[in-house]
């Protein structure tokens, strides 16, 4: 039986861990490609909490718990789309970024909640890591051992980060100059080294790293060479810029839109029907027409513009939630992608317009399957959904307040580079400053579509992404990642999965924390703050 009393303090407690969760998803987002889904982890850690501060009530760490994983989901909505501002020159405030944030993750959820009794009660939709999250919390942590292990893992993530960042980045604090010199020529993958890519590499899987890796391969060794040695291109940066990136990014928007025709038209097509069995209610109403004012203003745009945007957001919404569902994937880029193509092409927006749509549009569909896995935790364990939506609520604007000044921070390190190189950004960039379409960026879009419609008749619909993606990505990444996929394919096999994947989530965790709060700590130095 659900308690009646409203959780304040797992609220309270959650919305703090939301931006926890921000800050590590931004910061490993932006080197993987990817933010994986924090349930799971966030289960854990908020059984440890809430035991700690003398609470016993399942729901009350599954209402922290909703809260805390909110903050990763609008975090991946953020670092997939706003770094191709400023990869373009274009500045945009804190605020705007806030804003933004807030009207994507708000419309999200208003879009969604009302799907929750459809789609997880009667249809019964599976939202894994929903499930895995009420097993979790079901089972108990008795002796604190469940607990003790991504705690750990969070611990040897963190005091890495401490290594590399404070001791290498900083070394006359600590008279470590010839220290950093000598590790730079040892370690030669890249300037940032990092346990994140062979973390994320686990927890994305050995099917997606194969084909992430199968594009690298391809550009070093395939492209480069080819390109120089016919006389294209002088060296491998022209190739990369000039041939790899755009290839990479048209397969990747191909991918897209053969993946939306194939798996959400389809899907689309059920909207009608489900928005009939459900009520959402005037103050939700009243909810969304405030939302549109605030995108009215922050877009600069007349309200029926407005309006057609979050008619976009909540198909997008709708169809991320569904997808969620059957396959515990939220291919939430993919659907900035379309709309910003709708966008380009058929109402000519502005550059700083796309972006901040296709911000607004991702952040919504990844707030909504978030929240139905979520909601799915919370019908496995009788937690009252009214509680559940309210936390999402509060991690929602926790999490907001944060994302602008962390951007601009992540901003003065620089995207698509070693450090941050933003792999979904850079495809929304080569939309956003398309004046026409180039040849290779329509040849990579012809494959991709390609690509993909023949691979989805064997359940591959998703790799020529990953492929696209490892065509421009540095290879020193696509390395560590395929390695931390194949560690997945042997651990699968040998039946720990979900051990590892505390593991490799505590890492993620500490490391992604330490190096964003160290990153923020930099910027603000450089500001002179």
């Known amino acids: 039986m659900a308690s009646s009393k409203f959780p304040w303090r797992a609220i309270i407690i959650g919305s703090l861990l939301s931006v926890l969760v921000a800050l590590y998803s931004s910061y490993a987002g ?16 908020c059984m440890a909490l809430v035991k700690f501060i003398g609470g016993k009530d399942k729901n009350e760490t599954n209402v922290m718990q909703t809260t805390a994983s909110t903050g990763g989901l609008l975090a991946a909505g953020v670092i997939f789309t706003i770094p191709a501002l400023f990869m373009l020159g274009l500045q945009v405030s804190a605020m705007e ?20 009794e459809e789609m997880i009660i009667k249809e019964k939709l599976a939202y894994a890591d929903g499930a895995a999250a009420a097993a979790i919390i079901n089972a108990g942590d008795k002796g604190g051992k469940r607990s003790k292990t991504p705690f750990a893992a969070f ?31 040892f370690f030669s993958f890249g300037s940032s080294i990092s346990l994140i890519p062979l973390a994320g590499g686990y927890l994305i899987g050995a099917r997606f790293t194969l084909a992430w890796f199968m594009g690298a391969l391809a550009t070093y060794f395939v492209l480069v060479p080819y390109a120089i040695s016919s006389g294209l291109f002088a060296d491998k940066v022209s190739v990369l810029s000039g041939i790899a990136k755009p290839l990479g990014a048209g397969i990747v928007i191909g991918a897209a839109i053969a993946y939306f025709i194939t798996s959400g038209l389809p899907i689309f097509m059920k909207v009608a029907g489900y928005y009939k069995k459900t009520r959402l209610g005037n103050k939700g109403l ?22 057609m945007a979050v008619i976009g957001t909540f198909l997008m919404a709708f169809i991320g939630a569904k997808i969620t569902g059957e396959m515990n994937v939220d291919p939430m880029e993919i659907f900035a992608l379309i709309v910003l193509l709708a966008a380009k092409f058929i109402f000519g927006f502005g550059v700083l317009h796309l972006v901040l749509l296709g911000a607004v549009v991702c952040i919504a569909a ?10 799915k935790t919370g019908h496995i364990l009788g937690t009252k959904p009214e509680h559940q939506l309210a936390g999402e609520a509060a991690g929602v604007i926790s999490a907001s307040l944060v994302m602008g000044v962390l951007m601009l921070a992540f901003a003065n390190t620089g995207f698509g580079t070693m450090e941050f190189p933003a792999p979904q950004a850079v495809a929304i960039k080569e939309i956003a400053q398309a004046a026409g379409v180039q040849t290779v960026l329509m ?39 395929f390695i931390g996929g194949c560690f997945r394919f042997f651990i699968d096999r040998a039946k720990k999965t979900d051990y590892w994947r505390l593991v490799a989530g505590g890492v993620i965790a500490g490391e992604g924390l330490v190096g964003a709060i160290i990153v923020l700590v ?3 130095k450089f500001f002179g703050i």
């Open 443 to 481: 040849a990579g879009i012809a494959a991709g579509f390609a690509l993909t419609l023949v691979l989805e008749k064997v359940g591959l619909g998703a790799a020529p992404i990953a492929f696209g993606i490892g065509l421009y990505v540095p290879i020193e990444l696509s390395v560590p990642l």
């Open 522 to 524: 930099a910027a603000f």
């Open 30 to 45: 932006l080197k993987i490609g990817g933010v994986y889904w924090p349930m799971v982890t966030t289960a854990v850690v």
């Open 286 to 307: 009243a909810a969304i027409l405030l939302l549109v004012v605030l995108l009215a203003y922050i877009f600069d745009l007349s309200l029926p513009i407005v309006l």
């Open 366 to 375: 990844g707030i909504a399957g978030d929240a139905m896995q979520d909601f």
């Open 155 to 185: 611990g040897v993530g963190a005091l890495f980060a401490i290594a590399r960042d404070v001791l290498l980045l900083f070394p006359s604090y600590f008279n470590l100059e010839s220290l950093k010199i000598s590790a730079g020529k």
């Open 97 to 116: 970024i806030m804003l933004v944030s807030l009207a994507g993750g708000l419309l999200g959820l208003l879009f969604v909640y009302p799907l929750r």
